[in-house]
């Protein structure tokens, strides 16, 4: 209510000043019709009543004149905080006229609103970008210039960069992938494939497109396809396994259980020639359900029970145990640990199976090389993910063996049963981290934790 008389008062006083102005002009008009006719005696009083008017309406409109610029810089004063982001900015409402009262009070309230909306705006960003860092697909927003209005760390990480602002970065990493971000359009679906420093990227690009401020933008979504085709992969042969060893092993016990005794029957009977003939039947059979018993490994992992350990402990004592299986190798292990109190969140027995078995691996390719050594590299990256590299300087695999070394059942060793790559690979993805083989002129696997 106290606002609404306040805007009576203002305006009675503007009605006030031009009614003023009106009688000043009339009066004025009237002088000067009438002087020197009836009013002849009379015009000096006339012209000083006019001047008065006059001169009290101007004084007013002054006064009013000046007001609106103050009230005008005032709005601009707030204008320009506000376009500088400082919320502070406060006019007084106590000990002022009722009209720098109500201006004062209207800037103060709007002052609160552009606030309140600045920090939903904020807290909205704030909201949206912890929901890019939580998907597992890579998110690049680009302009019509290729500059990089946003990017979450997944997109980071898949292109093997720690600072990505504008897409000519990517011609360090491949030319044509950074081709196909320039060039494409929202509706694309694209695939790039390219090898950073730590291992082979075969990406799936989709473009999407968004128009903000009256400026085109493009949504691009990076998923690595290797991953999803590896996780396929081994269900597939999971599932694979699980069917030809129940069968096999149904098939075969039998054999073997009935080979036994009639075995020990024939033997009463004293018959060579048959006993010789079912013990090879049974053995036989006993070393196939071994056989079979191996690959029923890979399709049998425990689930993953994690516990905290030591990562520099846990590496010594698997090159112990590596040594004692190789009590007379000459190869040379160098171990290296990032922070030395570096601390993995893993299950240690699991991990262990994984890590003796790259030990072992390379201690057979190092079998015959004089000058063998072993590096075993655990260090945190940018990311906070953890890394073990495991590296021997033996012959490189060629990269047509390379493709198909996590694929179970094969090998390349006479005697091997070839699921031992494939069993790691499966503990680290139920353990949700992975194991790559980098390529380069020695043989590095990486063990990655996220």
Same mark, same amino acid.
């Given at each position: 209510?106290?606002?609404?008389?306040?805007?009576?008062?203002?305006?009675?006083?503007?009605?006030a000043?031009?009614?003023?102005?009106?009688?000043?002009?009339?009066?004025?008009?009237?002088?000067?019709?009438?002087?020197?006719r009836?009013?002849?005696?009379?015009?000096?009083?006339?012209?000083i009543? &006019?001047?008065? @008017?006059?001169?009290?309406?101007? /004084? #007013?409109?002054? !006064? +009013? %004149? =000046?007001?609106?610029?103050? $009230?005008?810089?005032?709005?601009?004063?707030?204008?320009?905080?506000?376009?500088n982001?400082?919320?502070?900015?406060?006019?007084?409402?106590?000990?002022?006229?009722?009209?720098?009262?109500?201006?004062?009070?209207?800037?103060?309230?709007?002052?609160?609103?552009?606030?309140?909306?600045?920090?939903?705006?904020?807290?909205?960003?704030?909201?949206?970008?912890?929901?890019?860092?939580?998907?597992?697909?890579?998110?690049?927003v680009?302009n019509?210039?290729?500059?990089?209005?946003?990017?979450?760390?997944? &997109?980071?990480? @898949?292109?093997g960069?720690?600072? /990505? #602002?504008?897409? !000519? +970065? %990517? =011609?360090?990493?491949?030319? $044509?992938?950074?081709?196909?971000?320039?060039?494409c359009?929202?509706?694309?679906?694209?695939?790039?494939?390219?090898?950073?420093?730590?291992?082979?990227?075969n990406?799936?690009?989709?473009?999407?497109?968004?128009?903000?401020?009256?400026?085109?933008?493009?949504?691009?979504?990076?998923?690595?396809?290797?991953?999803?085709?590896?996780e396929?992969e081994?269900?597939?042969?999971?599932?694979?396994?699980?069917?030809?060893?129940?069968e096999?092993?149904?098939?075969?016990?039998?054999?073997?259980?009935?080979?036994?005794?009639? @075995?020990?029957?024939?033997?009463?009977k004293?018959?060579?020639?048959?006993?010789?003939?079912?013990?090879?039947?049974?053995?036989?059979?006993?070393g196939?359900?071994?056989?079979?018993?191996?690959?029923?490994?890979?399709?049998?992992?425990?689930?993953?029970?994690?516990?905290?350990?030591?990562?520099?402990?846990?590496?010594?004592?698997?090159?112990?145990?590596?040594?004692?299986?190789?009590?007379?190798?000459?190869?040379?292990?160098?171990?290296?640990?990032?922070?030395?109190d570096?601390?993995?969140?893993?299950?240690?027995?699991?991990?262990?199976?994984?890590?003796?078995?790259?030990?072992?691996?390379?201690m057979?390719?190092?079998?015959?090389?004089?000058?063998?050594?072993?590096?075993?590299?655990?260090?945190?990256?940018?990311?906070?993910?953890?890394?073990?590299e495991?590296?021997?300087?033996?012959?490189?695999?060629?990269?047509e063996?390379?493709?198909?070394?996590?694929?179970?059942?094969?090998?390349?060793?006479?005697?091997?049963?070839?699921?031992?790559?494939?069993?790691?690979?499966?503990?680290?993805?139920?353990?949700?981290?992975?194991?790559?083989?980098?390529?380069?002129?020695?043989?590095?696997?990486i063990?990655?934790?996220?």
């Open positions: 209510m106290k606002i609404r008389l306040n805007d009576l008062k203002q305006s009675y006083a503007l009605w000043t031009i009614s003023l102005f009106a009688a000043a002009l009339t009066a004025i008009t009237w002088t000067l019709v009438f002087t020197g009836e009013l002849s005696d009379r015009p000096h009083a006339l012209t009543l &006019a001047g008065g @008017l006059t001169l009290l309406t101007l /004084f #007013t409109l002054r !006064k +009013q %004149i =000046r007001l609106h610029r103050q $009230h005008a810089h005032k709005v601009l004063f707030l204008l320009d905080a506000i376009a982001h400082d919320y502070t900015v406060h006019f007084t409402e106590t000990d002022v006229p009722d009209n720098d009262r109500l201006i004062n009070q209207a800037l103060n309230r709007m002052t609160q609103i552009l606030y309140q909306i600045a920090t939903d705006t904020a807290q909205r960003e704030k909201y949206y970008e912890l929901i890019l860092e939580c998907v597992n697909t890579g998110i690049v680009l019509s210039k290729g500059a990089v209005y946003q990017k979450n760390s997944e &997109a980071l990480r @898949l292109l960069m720690e600072i /990505f #602002t504008h897409v !000519k +970065q %990517i =011609r360090n990493i491949d030319v $044509h992938l950074m081709e196909l971000l320039e060039s359009r929202p509706g694309d679906k694209l695939q790039a494939a390219f090898t950073n420093e730590r291992n082979s990227v990406l799936s690009i989709r473009v999407s497109g968004i128009t903000i401020h009256q400026e085109p933008l493009r949504i691009v979504a990076l998923n690595d396809i290797n991953n999803e085709l590896d396929k081994i269900d597939s042969w999971m599932r694979l396994t699980r069917v030809l060893t129940h096999i092993m149904n098939s075969v016990t039998p054999i073997t259980s009935l080979s036994d005794t009639l @075995l020990h029957l024939v033997d009463e004293k018959e060579n020639e048959i006993h010789q003939g079912l013990q090879t039947i049974s053995q036989t059979g006993k196939l359900l071994a056989f079979v018993e191996s690959y029923r490994q890979f399709t049998h992992i425990p689930t993953p029970v994690p516990t905290l350990f030591f990562v520099k402990d846990f590496i010594e004592r698997m090159v112990q145990l590596a040594r004692h299986r190789y009590p007379d190798t000459s190869i040379a292990f160098h171990t290296s640990v990032t922070p030395d570096l601390i993995l969140h893993a299950d240690e027995n699991l991990i262990a199976q994984v890590v003796t078995n790259l030990l072992l691996n390379a057979q390719a190092l079998d015959q090389q004089a000058d063998g050594r072993i590096s075993i590299r655990a260090y945190c990256n940018e990311a906070e993910a953890i890394l073990i495991v590296t021997n300087n033996g012959p490189c695999i060629p990269p063996i390379a493709e198909h070394i996590f694929v179970p059942f094969f090998t390349t060793k006479e005697g091997g049963s070839g699921i031992g790559l494939s069993i790691s690979r499966q503990i680290m993805r139920l353990s949700g981290g992975s194991i790559t083989l980098l390529p380069g002129k020695e043989t590095t696997f063990l990655k934790f996220d």
